[in-house]
């Protein structure tokens, strides 16, 4: 029993966490980025236009991030921001998963919508158990290091991507971006310190 007294990580314990934020903010990017590369194997496929791709890549997945990501933020304020990022990275990652069992264009949007709710959940409770991790003078250096995910994140959905969907199959490229995410939600569940705040 620590009596009241402030929890104090190790800097080994927050180090970690941050190494698993970035990885989960690179995931982020993974399945955020994935689908442009998808999109002409796509179109051949359902035979959609143009037109309805630029909506399937961007509005259909932006509006629900974009409303959903204040209320979202909101509920970090008040919740255990590691168990949300776990939630998150699943419902993401499961969507994207889901995506690659598209059977016509209807089922795909719905599948890319419930991308943007999950991703909604990642930013805004990870800035802040950052910012309770590290003290001001080192909250730059830590949030340079998370953002690191944003770029590997589209570095890896564009090389891996374009040699699976080449190699093997645009459902399999959905397939193989999505199921390591829900093992990473596990790892966070369970091995993250939500910081005290």
């Known amino acids: 029993m620590n009596n009241g007294a402030p929890v104090v990580l190790s800097l080994a314990a927050r180090r970690y966490a941050m190494v698993i934020l970035a990885i989960v903010y690179m995931f982020n990017f993974v399945d955020r980025q994935i689908l442009a590369i998808l999109l002409p194997s796509i179109r ?13 890549s961007g509005t259909a997945f932006v509006f629900f991030y974009v409303i959903l990501g204040i209320p979202i933020a909101q509920y970090a304020d008040r919740c ?8 998150a990275v699943a419902i993401w990652s499961g969507m994207t998963a889901l995506s690659g069992l598209a059977t016509n ?6 599948a890319r919508i419930g ?7 990642c930013s805004p409770p990870a800035h802040s158990m950052i910012a309770d991790y590290f003290p001001p003078e080192k909250r730059s250096t830590a949030m340079g290091f998370y953002t690191l995910g944003i770029s590997a994140g589209i570095m890896l959905a564009y090389m891996a991507g374009g040699w699976v969907v080449q190699n093997i199959g645009w459902r399999e490229a959905l397939f193989i971006v999505g199921f390591p995410g829900i093992l990473l939600a596990v790892i966070v569940r369970f091995t993250v310190t939500e910081p005290p705040r």
């Open 105 to 110: 264009i209807w089922y795909l949007t719905l």
């Open 44 to 56: 051949d496929e359902f035979g959609t236009s143009d037109a309805y791709l630029g909506f399937l």
């Open 115 to 121: 991308v943007g709710i999950g991703e909604a959940g």
């Open 80 to 87: 255990n921001r590691r168990n949300l990022i776990a939630v």
